[in-house]
């Protein structure tokens, strides 16, 4: 094949969702039919079952299922008693929900930038925010783990502890990250997790799950997700319904169980665009020592980003942004009144970064087609 070459015949999608299910269509139909057959379509066996699972994956003592990823991070932060008067600091270059999570319960979002190796939470610009604003009301830290590699947590969790302020764990995109063999919930009070259809272990809709190893922490998002009660029609504090379909809980039970070797698979492929992509002018993912990066997306940065992104989309290769404008300078959060040059290692990203496609199954045919347009 000619790398440069336009091959109408092939398009090659950002991510192809189906080519994991085949082996566990069947699987999966057996266990809906099971489901429909006895009309238990909300919590039961189903979720129990998977949280106690996903609990033992994450190497965590506890999990609580809910709605999705964004009211994870809302049931905890709830549940940690965070509020109006509260500030929250995490980073501008994430997903809008990391920040609206914190609004939701009346908190004030802060960001501190990224560092800009690895994209994620940079430690000491946290710990010279923290001391700039140390007789302010700092309750907690989201930092995020961002596109399947775990933020620096030895050093942000130490930050934590001079300050005195709770570390929770974005881990959205680190389903089997590790640090230093330590899953995302160990570092921080509570890990939040989402299982969009798009992300490692996925849905067939939106699904999310907060582990941790705080029994009485479990015990109250457990009950604010479900109305504030732990038995029926007995309610000890006012909840929301922010509860797991049984049919979620049943498709994750079974990929869960495919979940390490699919990982496997994806740090393969990322594998080989690190071999393909071998040019000064890329700049590849960088992965942290002692650590497992699960690869929920391959970035790159690049020059001249959006001119290679829309050359490769005629050649039939579609691409991502994530994300293309930093949180401190989306409309939603102008009343903050950050500015242009706040925060310029996420400003700088947000111009130069690029994620290709990637899913286990995708095949090295492909990946060498990609990488030859891109250079």
């Known amino acids: 094949m000619n790398m440069n070459s336009i091959d109408e015949s092939i398009k090659i999608p950002f991510m192809d969702l189906s080519a994991g299910l085949v082996r566990i269509y069947s699987e999966i139909m057996n266990k809906i039919r099971t489901i429909m057959e006895k009309s238990q379509f909300i919590g039961g066996e189903e979720v129990d079952n998977f949280e106690k699972e996903f609990a033992g994956y994450c190497g965590a003592k506890h999990a609580v299922a809910c709605s999705n990823g964004t009211d994870a991070l809302i049931l905890i932060l709830k549940a940690l008693g965070i509020g109006r008067g509260d500030v929250v600091v995490?980073?501008?270059?994430?997903?809008?929900?990391?920040?609206?999570?914190?609004?939701?319960?009346?908190?004030?979002?802060?960001?501190?930038?990224?560092?800009?190796?690895?994209?994620?939470?940079?430690?000491?610009?946290?710990?010279?925010?923290?001391?700039?604003?140390?007789?302010?009301?700092?309750?907690?830290?989201?930092?995020?783990?961002?596109?399947g590699q775990m933020a620096d947590m030895e050093n942000i969790s130490e930050i934590a502890r001079e300050f005195g302020v709770k570390v929770i764990e974005d881990a959205a995109q680190a389903h089997g990250a590790?640090?230093?063999?330590?899953?995302?919930?160990?570092?921080?009070?509570?890990?939040?997790?989402?299982?969009?259809?798009?992300?490692?272990?996925?849905?067939?809709?939106?699904?999310?799950?907060?582990v941790t190893n705080d029994p009485e922490l479990a015990v109250r998002i457990k009950m604010l997700s479900d109305h504030g009660r732990t038995r029926k029609y007995e309610h000890e504090i006012e909840?929301?319904?922010c509860r797991m379909d049984a049919i979620q809980a049943a498709i994750l039970r079974i990929k869960l169980k495919h979940l390490e070797e699919w990982t496997d698979l994806r740090i393969a492929k990322a594998d080989l665009y690190d071999v393909h992509l071998n040019r000064k002018k890329i700049l590849r993912p960088s992965r942290r020592k002692d650590a497992r990066h699960v690869f929920h997306l391959y970035v790159i940065?690049?020059?001249?980003?959006?001119?290679?992104?829309?050359?490769?989309?005629?050649?039939?290769?579609?691409?991502?942004?994530?994300?293309?404008?930093?949180?401190?300078?989306?409309?939603?959060?102008?009343?903050?009144?950050?500015?242009?040059?706040?925060?310029?290692?996420?400003?700088?990203?947000?111009?130069?970064?690029?994620?290709?496609?990637?899913?286990?199954?995708?095949?090295?045919?492909?990946?060498k087609y990609i990488c030859g347009n891109i250079k």
């Not at 610009?125 to 907690?140: P, S």
């Not at 798009?198 to 699904?207: E, M, P, V, W």
């Not at 690049?302 to 942004?321: D, F």
């Open 90 to 147: 995490t980073v501008p270059n994430t997903f809008i929900a990391t920040a609206e999570a914190i609004t939701a319960v009346g908190a004030r979002v802060a960001f501190v930038d990224v560092d800009e190796k690895y994209y994620t939470m940079d430690p000491q610009r946290l710990k010279q925010y923290l001391i700039e604003r140390r007789e302010g009301n700092v309750k907690a830290i989201i930092p995020v783990h961002l596109y």
């Open 301 to 367: 940065r690049l020059k001249e980003r959006e001119k290679i992104r829309k050359n490769l989309l005629k050649r039939g290769i579609a691409s991502g942004v994530h994300y293309p404008i930093p949180l401190h300078l989306q409309p939603a959060y102008r009343y903050l009144g950050y500015k242009e040059g706040d925060f310029p290692v996420s400003e700088k990203m947000s111009e130069e970064i690029l994620s290709l496609p990637l899913w286990p199954e995708i095949d090295e045919k492909r990946i």
């Open 178 to 210: 590790e640090l230093k063999c330590k899953r995302p919930g160990f570092f921080g009070i509570a890990a939040a997790f989402s299982f969009f259809p798009g992300k490692n272990l996925g849905a067939f809709g939106d699904a999310g799950a907060v």
């Open 239 to 241: 909840g929301y319904n």
